[in-house]
């Protein structure tokens, strides 16, 4: 996957967390599911340096970006849906986004799709059993 940052009208209850990455894997019709793919890079720009005298942090140090725009492509016709995910770089908790049935949302095959990121909603653990997987 690849991702794109903006700025988007601003939601009290949104907050892009510091270093997230992101990647994605496929269901299979046989409900397989395949190895994640390769994490994007942290999706953080900083804002500008502002050393604050009183506490002698760098307060610019924050996500000048409060939306992620993920693109991930969703794959071959063996491929019924497609698991975005992402996990912050001080964390091995993975965190599923979301799962994008091909079928149900008209998703042609090999074609590249965006999910809008901002941090918003509730996200489920992705078991760590699920997370090492052997390929042939």
């Not at 990647?23 to 340096?49: M, N």
């Not at 489920?124 to 090492?132: D, E, F, R, Y």
Request: hydrophobic share 35%; proline share 5%; aromatic share 14%.
């Amino acid at each position: 996957p690849w991702v794109q940052r903006t700025k988007e009208p601003v939601n009290p209850f949104a907050r892009l967390r510091l270093l997230c990455n992101f990647s994605y894997r496929y269901i299979y019709e046989d409900g397989e599911r395949s190895a994640l793919s390769q994490f994007t890079e942290p999706a953080f720009i900083p804002k500008g340096f502002d050393y604050a005298i009183d506490t002698g942090l760098n307060e610019g140090m924050t996500n000048a970006f409060n939306n992620v725009k993920v693109t991930y492509n969703s794959g071959g016709p063996l491929v019924k849906s497609i698991e975005v995910v992402f996990a912050e770089t001080t964390s091995s908790v993975i965190k599923s986004i979301e799962i994008f049935n091909k079928q149900n949302l008209g998703y042609a095959d090999n074609t590249d799709y965006t999910l809008n990121f901002n941090n918003s909603k509730i996200f489920t653990v992705i078991s760590p059993t699920q997370l090492t997987r052997w390929t042939h």
